[in-house]
């Protein structure tokens, strides 16, 4: 018998529904009465999933889960029990309207259910196919955690037993054993032969399962072998660029020693900035772009056969299909093409393959999808996204803002802060300066108190956010109603990387020597911030023109960078006032803080640099607003 095994959400509506339904009375008290009715919904749910219609609660399937549940109970035979169950477990996943993770979580919930009770009545075999349409249940989640990883290795541990040789419980028992092995792949990567073979297995079962799937079942056992094929692919690349690195490591030993790199990531950092990392150039035996050829040759023949699978399984006459389904099969399909094509052609597949941002489940992951597949149209074919494209994409950016509830905001900024900064600066070069702005106000904003509109709303007031994508620093202004724009590309990103973060000895970044103790080094790097950003400076102060006020918001590495100080240093009295703009990140609630008393400390001198011009009367206000009581 299988160790207990802690069942979640039992609170559910629909387990407990299915767990009421196991001890009272079918209707009429007849099992046939029972099974056609069960039989009854399951025709209209699947009419339901075939017209894409959606539901709001779990009325139906909560119903469904109690009759079945009776019936089952009833039932004389383990094969009426078993089909009942089966009936509910692809009802309950397949249900249109229902986060697909957590409809999964509901039938592994009720399966789990079922499995124990089948085996305190001696069904084992019935209990073995449970247990292994519970462990599927949870294999199919989006995103699955290691606990569930741990109950599927249970669940197919005791399902192995009962799986007769030849059988065809055997290759359902096969095809999910390989699921689990692919998915552990995600927690610990294995090599590309290991892969290669979990595809095999999987192969073999589907032939021997074809007839005996529903189409929607089948649809979606192609879509998770394309998702391994995609898988093995990247693999392969990625240990194609790990043997170049051991093969000229002696190239690298300083900059392993550096950055404590190796394989693949060590070869993409190189590749992204050399000059950082103290090298001239790029070294001639690492491609500019990661080579794609090999893997496009050894895996072409099982590629092909899956996407040929693939389209045969989409022929409506093998549906209705899921919403899930479909959505997943989609996706699988055109990131399989993308790997072997990466043409235009592949890339528009990829974009429209997401779906629509208003309607998807799952605002975030359409967000980093989306985002992650325009930059991989600029890195491999210099393509920028269209602009409906980049307003899908900050569309569903702000839904997931909208949507996340106050502890969700700090991990909706660390992982996405970077890509809504970047989408912003593709709204730049495709002329869409107002977009920018607010784009970058509302990603600023995400933690940070917000700032009246009412009050920037001035000609005489320059609001202007200076930002940096991977291809220049980009400017964004409000003045008044107006918006305006410009592109640096002198001040790229790896640019800005080597001149903050460059791991170089003989020449660190300036933000390394502040960490290095190398105060000289330090000062002299700070001394060269006038003459090395007077571009910059220069192009802000033309953006802002006549104004008498400039309000700055900086992202990216120019956050490091002190623009107000420097602006007022080159262009002293030009300006009344200049402000920095909080920092996304910098709080980390929307709650005000209560200030019983503070300290103002005044330091206007340096030992080696002039007095500072304003420090007294800004201590003074700084003092007034924080209700402090002294100044030193």
Same mark, same amino acid.
């Given at each position: ?201 999987? %192969?073999? *079962?589907? /032939? ?7 189409? @929607?079942?089948? #649809?979606? !056992?192609? +879509?998770? &072998? ?87 399984? %989409?022929? *409506?006459? /093998? ?7 479909? @959505?997943?099969? #989609?996706? !699988?399909? +055109?990131? &399989? ?109 995400? &933690? ?185």
């Amino acid at each position: 018998m299988l160790p207990e095994l802690a069942i979640p959400e039992k609170d559910h509506p629909m387990v407990a529904r299915f767990l009421e339904g196991r001890s009272t009375e079918s209707a009429g008290g007849r099992l046939r009465q029972a099974l056609g009715d069960v039989a009854g919904m399951v025709t209209d749910l699947e009419r339901r999933i075939g017209a894409a219609q959606t539901a709001n609660d779990y009325e139906d399937l909560s119903q469904f889960a109690g009759m079945a549940s009776a019936a089952a109970e009833r039932a004389a035979l383990p094969s009426d029990m078993a089909s009942i169950l089966n009936l509910l477990s692809t009802a309950v996943r397949a249900y249109p309207g229902l986060n697909n993770d957590a409809s999964r979580r509901v039938s592994s919930n009720i399966l789990g259910a079922t499995r124990d009770w089948c085996i305190e009545i001696g069904y084992l075999t019935e209990a073995s196919i449970t247990a292994r349409n519970r462990a599927t249940a949870l294999l199919e989640q989006r995103r699955i955690n290691s606990r569930d990883l741990d109950e599927v290795a249970r669940d197919l541990r005791f399902s192995g037993r009962y799986a007769k040789a030849g059988s065809l419980d055997e290759k359902y028992h096969l095809f999910a054993q390989s699921l689990y092995k692919f998915r552990q792949h995600e927690k610990n990567p294995i090599t590309s032969a290991a892969l290669s073979k979990i595809s095999g297995d999987m %192969s073999q *079962a589907l /032939n021997s399962l074809r007839g005996h799937l529903s189409g @929607d079942i089948y #649809r979606g !056992a192609v +879509a998770q &072998l394309a998702a391994v094929e995609a898988e093995i692919f990247d693999t392969i690349v990625r240990e194609r660029e790990a043997s170049l690195v051991r093969k000229h490591g002696a190239d690298l030993k300083d900059v392993q020693k550096l950055t404590h790199l190796e394989g693949a990531e060590l070869a993409d950092f190189v590749r992204s900035n050399p000059q950082a990392l103290g090298l001239i150039d790029r070294p001639d035996w690492l491609p500019a772009i990661p080579d794609w050829t090999y893997a496009c040759i050894r895996r072409n023949k099982p590629a092909r056969k899956i996407l040929d699978l693939l389209d045969e399984s %989409s022929n *409506a006459g /093998n549906g209705p299909f899921s919403a899930f389904t479909e @959505d997943f099969a #989609r996706k !699988a399909n +055109a990131e &399989l093409r993308w790997r072997h094509q990466t043409d235009p052609n592949s890339y528009r597949g990829l974009i429209a393959a997401l779906g629509d941002p208003e309607i998807t489940l799952y605002p975030d992951d359409y967000f980093l999808s989306l985002t992650r597949t325009f930059a991989r149209g600029r890195f491999f074919l210099d393509l920028l996204p269209g602009l409906d494209d980049v307003r899908r994409a900050r569309d569903a950016y702000v839904r997931v803002i909208e949507e996340s509830t106050p502890s969700d905001l700090a991990r909706v900024v660390r992982i996405q802060e970077n890509r809504a900064r970047f989408l912003s600066c593709f709204f730049v070069r495709l002329g869409c300066y107002q977009e920018a702005f607010h784009l970058l106000e509302t990603s600023r904003h995400v &933690l940070a108190d917000r700032t009246n509109e009412t009050a920037i709303a001035s000609d005489n007031i320059a609001s202007i956010h200076v930002t940096h994508d991977p291809d220049a620093t980009y400017l964004v202004a409000k003045i008044g109603d107006s918006y305006l724009a410009s592109i640096m590309e002198d001040f790229r990103g790896p640019a800005l990387v080597r001149k903050w973060l460059a791991l170089d000895p003989g020449n660190s970044g300036t933000a390394i020597l502040a960490n290095s103790g190398d105060v000289r080094a330090y000062n002299r790097s700070l001394g060269a911030l006038d003459s090395e950003f007077a571009p910059l400076v220069a192009e802000v102060v033309n953006l802002a023109g006549k104004c008498d006020e400039i309000r700055l918001a900086l992202g990216g590495l120019h956050a490091r960078l002190p623009l107000a100080s420097l602006v007022e240093r080159t262009h002293p009295r030009h300006f009344n006032v200049i402000t920095l703009g909080q920092r996304v990140g910098q709080r980390t609630s929307g709650e005000p803080r209560s200030i019983e008393s503070a300290t103002v400390l005044c330091a206007a001198h340096s030992v080696r640099g002039e007095e500072l011009r304003y420090a007294h009367a800004e201590c003074k206000v700084v003092s007034r607003l924080l209700r402090g009581r002294d100044i030193a």
